[in-house]
């Protein structure tokens, strides 16, 4: 059984940085691409950033420059550094590989 778990997310003023983990089991972690999505209220859900088994990766143009994704193989952890943060990165965060998703992690960045 797969299970997605995210952690991390908190109130932060605008500005601010967070660091967000999601911790993976029941998939081949170190072959199996990850990836980052974020719901913002009444919005639909979108991509955030992505990251292959080799480590190569991609961003929204929305967070390219402040967000950084990485993974721990050994630990089968996946982050997302999150800097510089706006107000409009406000969302629950999601992590996902393949179609599972985990349940998400509140972020609220203040102005």
């Known amino acids: 059984q797969v299970q997605l778990v995210e952690s991390g997310g908190r109130l932060v003023q605008a500005g601010g940085s967070l660091r967000l983990s999601c911790g993976a089991s029941?998939?081949?972690?170190?072959?199996?691409?990850m990836g980052w999505y974020r719901q913002a209220p009444g919005k639909q859900r979108e991509w955030v950033a992505r990251?292959?088994?080799?480590?190569?990766?991609t961003y929204a143009d929305s967070v390219k420059g402040r967000f950084t994704i990485s993974r721990d193989n050994i630990k089968k952890l996946v982050y997302l550094q999150m800097n510089s943060l706006k107000p409009e990165d406000t969302a629950v965060y999601y992590c996902?590989?393949?179609?599972?998703w985990g349940q998400g992690t509140q972020v609220t960045v203040s102005s």
């Open positions: 029941g998939i081949m972690f170190s072959f199996t691409a």
């Open positions: 996902a590989s393949n179609s599972n």
């Open positions: 990251i292959t088994s080799s480590g190569s990766t």
